[in-house]
């Protein structure tokens, strides 16, 4: 597995995010009753926080993979297992 495969996936969760606020924006604009309040607090708000984790997770998953395929292509690394 390449880390790119991380990054790629990782673009396609920003503007999936992206989209989605854009559209609630949209849909707030015609739907806004208790329901619509309570939707909001119930499943989006709690979005933002979860995705900006997961998002530096993947960052860092991303650069150990990186740093994992660099020792493993280098020759001259010890061998010790």
């Known amino acids: 597995m390449k880390s790119c495969d991380l990054l ?7 503007r ?4 989605l ?7 707030k604009t015609h ?3 208790q329901a619509s309040r309570d ?3 119930d499943f989006l ?3 933002a ?9 993947i960052h860092q998953y991303a650069e150990l993979l990186e740093q994992v395929e660099k020792d493993l292509a280098d020759p001259d ?5």
């Open 31 to 33: 739907w806004n009753d």
């Open 45 to 47: 708000q709690g979005l």
């Open 16 to 19: 999936s995010t992206s989209q």
């Open 77 to 81: 690394r010890d061998r010790n297992y």
């Open 49 to 57: 926080p979860q995705i900006t984790l997961a998002v530096a997770a």
């Open 39 to 41: 939707f909001e607090k």
């Open 8 to 14: 790629t996936g990782l673009g396609r969760l920003q």
């Open 21 to 27: 606020k854009e559209k609630w924006l949209e849909t």
